[in-house]
């Protein structure tokens, strides 16, 4: 067993959640790694070794959520930090938008985040110590075009941080988030050719971010180190957003 605790990490099995599973088991934790695709969830596991494990499932499902926190205390003990990374793109423009396009986009992102933290919530409380760490966008802060259902979902993350963080970080359990900006990942490879190009010239730093460089900021939140930090949004995003 490791010795920095148990943390899952929600849609891990590639991109910005295969880097933040790599890094926390570099930190010294124990990693459930959670994907819906349970083959891409196996595979980071067994990259990191026999100090993680895989459950796949859905985390907008209430009894997939539950299966995934069960898995993790079995395997092993009491989950003592959660990344709530999982979620999904879709480009379109609002007026095509379907309700089922955003029905979705809220699901994955901000009911996912709440459930997956309400079920872990109560341990972290009864232990009087916890982490957990929202994974935003700076969509959240700025708006994106063609990408309102992500921007909202992404702005309520943000939102849920701050007012759990109001609520539980005197009981011992520190509630952040981190709102990357373009991140070389196939998820963000999935929009637009223009809509890359564009938003690259518009970032003072002239360059998407790479997978690791999140994780870090994840990493640090994720420590003692952080003890300070409470309902705060980290900005690694190449200077799309300042603070």
């Known amino acids: 067993m490791s010795t920095m605790g148990t943390v899952i990490v929600t849609g891990a099995g590639s991109g910005i959640g295969r880097a933040i599973a790599l890094r926390l088991a570099a930190d010294g934790f124990n990693v459930m790694v959670n994907d819906y695709r349970s083959e891409a969830a196996a595979a980071v596991a067994a990259e990191i070794g026999p100090w993680a494990a895989s459950c796949a499932g859905d985390v907008s499902d209430e009894g997939d959520v539950a299966a995934i926190v069960a898995a993790a205390e079995a395997a092993f003990g009491p989950v003592t930090h959660l990344v709530n990374n999982a979620g999904h793109v879709h480009q379109a423009l609002f007026r095509d938008l379907t309700a089922e396009d955003f029905d979705r986009m809220i699901a994955v992102h901000l009911r996912g985040s709440f459930l997956c933290s309400r079920a872990v919530i109560g341990g972290m ?43 539980v970080s005197a009981q011992g359990v520190r509630v952040n988030a981190v709102a990357p900006g373009p991140i070389n990942t196939p998820l963000v490879r999935s929009l637009s050719e223009d809509w890359q190009r564009a938003k690259a010239a518009e970032l003072p730093l002239g360059r998407f971010g790479e997978p690791e460089e999140v994780a870090a900021a ?11 930090f409470v309902g705060q949004t980290l900005g690694p995003n190449s200077g799309d957003v300042m603070l």
Do not use: D, W
Request: net charge positive.
């Open 125 to 167: 409380l009864a232990r009087g110590a916890g982490v957990i760490v929202n994974i935003a966008s700076q969509l959240g802060q700025i708006g994106g075009v063609e990408l309102v259902h992500y921007s909202a979902a992404k702005a309520g993350i943000i939102g849920m941080t701050k007012a759990l963080a109001r609520e």
């Open 218 to 228: 994840v990493s640090f939140l994720c420590s003692p180190e952080a003890a300070l």
